[in-house]
Nanobody, 122 residues
Framework: QVTLVESGGGLVQAGGSLRLSCSAS????????MGWFRQAPGKEREFVAG????????WYADSVKGRFTISRDNAQNTVYLQMNSLKPEDTAVYYC???????????????WGQGTQVTVSS
């Protein structure tokens, strides 16, 4: 059983930064492909960023490239999402996700966290 717990969300002004954390159970971070999704009000959940099981490959949605960075700490079993230059359109509930396969991670991951709210004010 994989358990994912997000933290670090909050209210920030446009142009500001936040770092989200995803604490995973057991050795999830080094054993699974990990990523972040978000869902804004009235919109479908969308992929934001992810990394492969090895950590050698990362992927980003075009809307966040150059502003968001995904990273991980295997020793802490934690995945991070550093978000810079935040925009009001980044406002959403952000979810941590995990899957055995990188391809499935980006479309329909097996494991989800409960989500953390990020609100960017203009």
């Amino acid at each position: 059983q994989v358990t994912l717990v997000e933290s670090g969300g909050g209210l920030v002004q446009a142009g500001g930064s936040l770092r989200l954390s995803c604490s995973a159970s057991r050795r999830t971070v080094s054993s699974y492909a990990m990523g972040w999704f978000r869902q804004a009000p009235g919109k479908e959940r969308e992929f934001v960023a992810g990394h492969s099981r090895s950590g050698g490959s990362t992927w980003y949605a075009d809307s966040v490239k150059g502003r968001f960075t995904i990273s991980r700490d295997n020793a802490q079993n934690t995945v991070y999402l550093q978000m810079n230059s935040l925009k009001p359109e980044d406002t959403a509930v952000y979810y941590c996700a995990a899957d055995n396969l990188s391809t499935t991670l980006r479309t329909s991951p097996n494991y989800w966290g409960q989500g953390t709210q990020v609100t960017v004010s203009s």
